[in-house]
């Protein structure tokens, strides 16, 4: 005669065979139907609802029936099952803040098209920073990203580390290229995509460069840009924002780089929906500034032209 407990037990054991045996098979036809790395979570759910629900529910149905010291078993596949869920969980978090991965590189190939537009424009750091860390995390693409910050200061920023950094600014560093010297921006952008076949190279910074430069020169730098990318099968993302430009140097960049949904990006890239993941953008805002260049910098003395 089973006492209340075994039964209880007994239970709980099919009940936990039932949703085993449920969420496998939910996982299995959920993997077709995302794209990596997506899928990978569903595979990793498969195996966290093996161990929690197949092995747990019969470990509990077999310390009833069979032998009382089934119990290491349950508290095995318990274990076991609670680490996959929680290192795929993690993971995903991860990729939800965007905070790029480390680990070993492994560079792709310019075969491997990416599920995003090879030219495009973003009007925050906030969605700059989930694209770039959905595609550093996923894909390893080689990222060159150019921007006014310090270089500690933009990897901080958006958690990313991306393989090559050009700081513009007039002071001497390693990492610097004078705003003014776009030429030798686009040769670092020419040498950086002939090492990385179906690299990214990301630019913020516009209004900085607007302060030595018009802006007839910057978008013949951005369109030379474009232009290259397209040839070599790369891709190039635009920071650019209604705030900073007036309405006529805006337009013509919308123009020139659409403005896509960045969420449905993400969505593409990530095999997830991040709803709400990215802050809603403020509208635009027609703030002009003056195409003519500004005063020079402080650091304007130890300016670093390279080329």
Do not use: C
């Not at 009382?68 to 993971?91: D, E």
């Not at 610097?176 to 030798?184: E, I, K, R, T």
């Amino acid at each position: 005669m089973l006492s209340t407990a075994q039964i209880v037990q007994l239970v709980a054991g099919g009940f936990l065979l039932a949703l085993g045996i449920a969420g496998i098979a939910i996982s299995y036809l959920a993997s077709f139907r995302i794209r990596k790395p997506a899928a990978e979570l569903a595979k990793r759910v498969i195996v966290s609802f093996f161990f929690f629900g197949i092995m747990g529910g019969a470990s509990e149905i077999l310390t009833v029936l069979w032998d009382p010291n089934m119990w290491v078993l349950i508290a095995v596949s318990v274990t076991l099952g609670y680490l996959v869920m929680a290192f795929a969980a993690l993971r995903y978090l991860r990729i939800l803040s965007g905070i790029g991965g480390g680990g070993k590189k492994t560079q792709t190939t310019v075969k491997e098209k990416l599920p995003l537009p090879q030219t495009f424009m973003v009007s925050t750091p906030e969605e700059a920073k989930y694209l770039l860390g959905t595609l550093k995390e996923h894909y390893e693409k080689a990222i060159l990203a150019i921007g006014r910050d310090h270089p500690r200061v933009w990897k901080e920023k958006y958690g990313v580390k991306p393989d090559r950094y050009i700081w513009l600014t007039r002071i001497e560093h390693p990492s610097a290229v004078s705003p003014s010297s776009l030429h030798v921006v686009n040769g670092e952008i020419v040498r950086f995509l002939h090492s990385n076949p179906g690299g990214i190279v990301y630019f913020e910074g516009i209004e900085v460069v607007l302060l030595y430069l018009d802006f007839n020169s910057l978008a013949k730098f951005l369109l030379g840009v474009k232009d290259m990318v397209l040839v070599e099968n790369a891709y190039f993302i635009v920071l650019a924002s209604p705030e900073t430009l007036n309405e006529r140097q805006y337009s013509m960049l919308l123009r020139e780089f659409k403005r896509p949904n960045v969420e449905e990006l993400l969505e593409r890239l990530a095999g997830v929906t991040l709803f709400g993941a990215v802050p809603p953008t403020k509208g635009p805002k027609d703030k002009p500034m003056n195409d003519t260049g500004g005063e020079e910098d402080a650091g304007g003395k130890g300016s670093k032209e390279r080329g």
